[in-house]
């Protein structure tokens, strides 16, 4: 299977270089990164010019980072696609190796797998880990997620089901993921393996705002969907993330 990997980025100058260089640096060959810059202003487009036969890229304004992933997503040939943002990066060179042969081996529509928060100054230093567990649908009632940035799925899920929605800021690959795997059952599995690096800080850094916004939008992820979760969901959800400090 051929995999396409969407980055979006915007202002990324710093980071960019080693998101790429976790790319090209995969086991597997046949893999299309595509890189989507929002109209950075810095020096992240002379990057992107020093890879240009590695990577297919594009930089314009667009709505905001589900745009730039929606926008990838349309430009994909892959079989499968994974997003990995621009200050991300994957853990190690067998990451795509071992998503291909999972989806293979077990015919997977989607599977996802671990990821640590790193330090973002220093990607070496682990801060938070973020350890999924076994796919069972009916967590997604007890604020269960898989991690985004370690979510893989066939595109033509994408042209069934749908992107991002661009009326979610900060939860739309929530809303993805409830109503691809919650509300169509779309199967799924595990990975136990940690597949990507993600550096602290980013645009949903948390802070009591966000946390809330986050709640709201959470919510409303069910509710378009026609769902009916438990009134704890929403509470659970943000405070799952304490439990990633002690693991």
């Not at 898989?146 to 799925?153: D, K, L, R, S």
Request: aromatic share 10%; net charge positive.
């Amino acid at each position: 299977m051929k995999v396409s990997v969407i980055t979006p980025v915007l202002n990324a100058e710093q980071t960019i270089s080693g998101c790429i260089n976790s790319v090209s640096a995969q086991t597997i060959g046949n893999i299309e990164h595509i890189v989507i810059d929002g109209g950075s202003t810095d020096r992240t487009l002379n990057v992107l010019k020093c890879c240009d036969k590695s990577i297919i890229w594009s930089s314009a304004p667009d709505d905001g980072l589900y745009d730039a992933m929606n926008k990838g997503i349309s430009r994909a040939s892959g079989d499968v696609i994974g997003i990995l943002n621009s200050d991300d990066m994957y853990a190690d060179n067998l990451v795509i190796e071992t998503v291909i042969a999972y989806m293979t081996d077990y015919d997977l529509p989607t599977c996802y797998g671990d990821v640590v928060y790193v330090d973002r100054n220093n990607p070496d230093k682990i801060v938070r880990r973020w350890i999924s567990g076994r796919y069972c649908r009916d967590r997604f009632k007890n604020g269960w997620m898989p991690p985004h940035p370690a979510f893989f799925v066939k595109k033509n899920l994408y042209e069934t089901y749908g992107g991002f929605k661009l009326n979610f800021l900060l939860a739309a690959d929530y809303e993805l993921m409830v109503r691809f795997l919650y509300k169509h059952e779309i199967a799924s599995a595990y990975i136990p393996k940690i597949l990507v690096r993600m550096r602290e800080g980013g645009r949903c850094h948390p802070g009591l705002k966000t946390v809330a916004a986050n709640i709201v939008e959470n919510y409303r992820a069910w509710k378009i969907n026609g769902l009916s979760p438990n009134p704890i969901t929403f509470v659970l959800k943000p405070m799952s993330k304490l439990f990633q400090y002690i693991q």
